[in-house]
């Protein structure tokens, strides 16, 4: 199964008409792919020219052809991050109005990670936002001047407060991990934990959570509190199942899959759902924005533990290596231990010793682990594309190249190498 590159710009019909698209969506968050795509007898497509403007390290010769009836238009390849840059410095500004405290102690770690440089990749913020733009549904033209733009307006501000609350949600998280794996750099800096201590990180942590809530409860929609309660409920477990597991579940692809959905995925997948919904959008295209995260958001997770082992570079041990120092067995080993079943002996010994860890890297080197967990990503990413591809059609422009956008994000992550 290939996943053609510059696909995202083909149109729809042009699409269906030459592939032999198979779609089958899961209720099971943990499966592998479960929808296959194939591209039989596709036409050659020429590009002609691209841009490469991404700031996640693309391969150079990323590029986008376009084909309608037969011809092929060279389209410019669009940053996806860039088409939303102006809306996400907005939300910047906004979140750092939206963690202020009363007390300064409390104020200057609760921003800790809000401040201009450390924001981290707004990799969630970006596609939420690209997935509102996505779902517009422009209004008639109305008869009286404004109202339409107002109630647009209005929705899209609504929808940025999803975005803000899920990038809360997202570094509260990421303030209480750093305090439980005792880590002292996020994101290139002294993580809060490490500059302010234990207590401070933690407490910042609940600060920013309880500030996610009262912007949540604003909203005023119950099954979008719902979702994103849910979504808190499984970062916790996600957690749990990662400290406390047996030696069958730590050996276990399944068990592995779910986890990274509790960990990582449910809260780009639920958020997006949260945006549909306010949308008023049908079930079926709520279903297919939440497809879309929970996609995107398990072939990142994929390719964080894959470049774990390998860093920037191809080759084993160049990355931090600090899932396997810390315990956790992440897709790579899992594969490799199926080519080679007495590297679960190395597993179960635990990593406490460093020789372990070298015995599993030679065994990892040896086997297919990180081929097969880069091409699991890359299913999940061939799911998330799908995804938007069965969104119904649209003519406007705008939304038809942020479904573009999505679509490339779903390229961004797989080839990404930080
Ligand atoms: C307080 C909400 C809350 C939960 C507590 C500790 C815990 C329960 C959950 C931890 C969940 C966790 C840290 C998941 C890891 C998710 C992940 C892949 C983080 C890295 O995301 P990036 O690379 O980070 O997008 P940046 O820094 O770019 O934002």
Not at 26 to 34: E, I, Q, R, T
Not at 131 to 142: D, I, K, Q, R
Not at 238 to 254: A, F, K, L, N, V
Not at 335 to 364: C, H, I, K
């Amino acid at each position: 199964m290939s996943f053609p590159r510059g696909l995202c710009a083909v149109s729809r019909s042009a699409r269906r008409g030459f592939d032999g698209c198979r779609r089958l969506l899961s209720s099971d968050h943990g499966s592998p792919a479960l929808m296959q795509t194939r591209f039989a007898g596709a036409p050659r497509t020429t590009v002609l020219g691209c841009k490469d403007i991404y700031s996640w390290c693309l391969p150079s010769s990323y590029s986008i052809g376009h084909q309608i009836h037969h011809q092929t238009v060279v389209e410019e390849q669009l940053d996806p991050f860039s088409l939303v840059a102006d809306e996400l410095s907005i939300l910047a500004n906004r979140l750092r109005s939206m963690v202020i405290a009363e007390v300064p102690k409390l104020a200057s770690a609760a921003e800790y990670f809000f401040k201009l440089g450390v924001e981290g990749k707004r990799f969630r913020p970006t596609v939420l936002l690209l997935m509102a733009s996505a779902l517009h549904v422009p209004l008639p033209e109305p008869t009286d001047g404004s109202l339409g733009d107002a109630v647009s307006s209005e929705l899209r501000t609504r929808q940025q407060c999803i975005a803000e609350i899920t990038e809360m949600i997202h570094v509260a998280s990421l303030l209480h991990d750093d305090v439980l794996d005792d880590a002292d750099t996020r994101r290139g800096i002294g993580s809060l934990n490490f500059v302010m201590g234990n207590k401070l990180a933690v407490l910042a942590g609940d600060f920013l959570l309880s500030r996610a809530c009262v912007a949540l409860a604003s909203l005023k929609n119950t099954e979008v509190v719902s979702l994103l309660a849910t979504v808190v409920e499984h970062l916790v477990t996600g957690e749990t199942m990662q400290m406390t597991t047996s030696s069958d579940q730590h050996c276990s692809m399944e068990y592995y899959m779910k986890k990274t959905y509790y960990k990582t995925a449910s809260l780009i997948s639920n958020s997006c759902k949260s945006i549909a919904i306010l949308a008023g959008q049908t079930t079926e295209v709520t279903v297919l924005a939440y497809e879309y995260g929970r996609n995107l958001g398990l072939a990142f997770q994929l390719i964080d533990d894959v470049l774990d082992f390998t860093g920037t570079s191809a080759s084993l041990g160049k990355g931090s290596l600090s899932d396997i120092r810390h315990g956790i067995v992440t897709a790579p080993i899992l594969f490799a231990m199926e080519e080679f079943p007495q590297l679960r002996t190395v597993v179960d010994r635990g990593f406490d010793d460093s020789a372990n860890v070298d015995l599993a890297l030679e065994y990892l080197g040896r086997s297919r682990g990180i081929q097969r967990a880069r091409e699991l990503a890359k299913k999940h990413a061939e799911l998330a594309a799908t995804a938007i591809d069965s969104l119904p059609e649209s003519d406007d422009e705008d939304v038809r190249k942020s479904r573009r956008a999505l679509i490339d994000l779903t390229h961004i992550v797989i080839t990404r190498n930080k």
